[in-house]
């Protein structure tokens, strides 16, 4: 493989055969399979990192790194390339979860935005190196559906805030240069902050079947998350394990309004097969530049 340039940094087909390899052993029930894509992918990541493709000096860096992570403690800041390596390894958790669904590396973009540095609380973003990178994103796919968390600074990771300042600054910009005729966007929010329900547009019901399926997924996928180091109050296990009982409660908050009746006697598989509740807000660009500057003022104290 290294003969063949398959750890080369801007090798994409190499990139997708490291998901196509694990998500094959997952499937097969096969831990060695698995391993071995995830080995791959770690090893891309320390030759870009390191910049050296001599197996025998990767092999002094690898023993650098083990005696580095016993030193450390969850929360203590890293040295730049350790927050890069990060970085990098949850990078390939979403790329294992994009690839349940069919996309690879020509379809997902890390834009690996400046304002995430490690700290507790991360720093204001920038035109220039945060919005800017996002923008041409968006100039190059012309969007007509855009996600984004609606998550008030403050009710989790600051970096969800962050990101949606950052969103809605290029998003702007992107509707004033472009002019698009069909977009769309589409907050949500999960194990953070939650919206009531007179605040969403859209309820989308959940089946077991469903439920199922991403708690799979993110046991597969998310490695690094499976015992997370800063749970959430609600409960000290999975992310997954805690969106699943969002997703209930939400449910039954709806099946109160509704009567139960509305699901268990409805002429629609679907409704009948729903126990969980995703809540959405889908807005035009002008209906999130407001809800943007809402949530800045509340948790800025901005006039």
Same mark, same amino acid.
């Given at each position: 493989?290294?003969? $063949?340039?398959?750890? $080369? ?48 000096? @990767?092999?002094?860096? &690898?023993?650098? @790194?083990?005696? !580095? ?12 390339? &350790? ?7 949850? $990078?390939? =958790? *979403? ?5 349940? +669904? ?16 490690? =700290? ?43 990101? +949606? ?8 910009? !992107?509707?004033? =240069? ?5 977009? $769309? ?21 959940? %089946?077991?079947? %469903? ?12 490695? *690094? ?9 609600? +409960?000290?296990?999975?992310? *997954?394990? @805690? *969106? ?35 809540? +959405? ?13 809402? @949530?800045?003022?509340?948790? =800025?104290?901005?006039?």
């Amino acid at each position: 493989l290294m003969e $063949e340039g398959y750890f $080369e940094p801007n090798n994409e087909s190499g990139r997708n055969r490291d998901v196509y390899q694990f998500l094959d052993g997952v499937a097969a029930h096969s831990k060695h399979m698995q391993q071995e894509g995830e080995a791959r992918r770690l090893l891309r990541n320390l030759i870009f990192i390191f910049e050296e493709n001599d197996l025998s000096q @990767l092999r002094n860096r &690898i023993s650098e @790194l083990i005696l !580095y992570f016993k030193s450390q403690y969850p929360g203590k800041k890293d040295l730049p390339y &350790i927050q890069q390596l990060k970085g990098m390894l949850r $990078e390939w =958790e *979403s790329d294992l979860k994009w690839g349940h +669904l069919g996309f690879n590396a020509f379809h997902v973009h890390h834009l690996r935005l400046g304002f995430y540095k490690g =700290e507790i609380f991360t720093e204001t973003p920038r035109m220039d190196r945060d919005v800017a990178p996002l923008l041409a994103l968006m100039q190059q796919v012309k969007p007509t559906i855009v996600t984004v968390a609606l998550d008030p600074e403050g009710s989790g990771p600051d970096t969800h805030y962050k990101v +949606l300042q950052t969103v809605s600054q290029a998003l702007r910009i !992107y509707q004033e =240069e472009e002019k698009p005729n069909k977009l $769309e966007v589409w907050g949500y929010r999960n194990v953070w902050y939650r919206f009531h329900p007179s605040e969403v547009t859209t309820l989308i019901p959940v %089946s077991l079947n %469903s439920m199922a399926v991403m708690e799979a997924a993110f046991e597969t996928c998310f490695g *690094s998350q499976r015992e997370a180091s800063f749970p959430s109050y609600e +409960l000290d296990g999975p992310f *997954s394990r @805690l *969106s699943r009982k969002i997703l209930v409660e939400q449910y039954q908050d709806i099946k109160c309004c509704l009567g139960r009746e509305f699901f268990n006697e409805s002429k629609h598989l679907r409704l009948r097969a729903s126990h969980g509740m995703v809540y +959405l807000k889908k807005m035009t660009p002008d209906e999130f530049f407001q809800t943007s500057r809402e @949530l800045k003022k509340s948790t =800025e104290n901005i006039e």
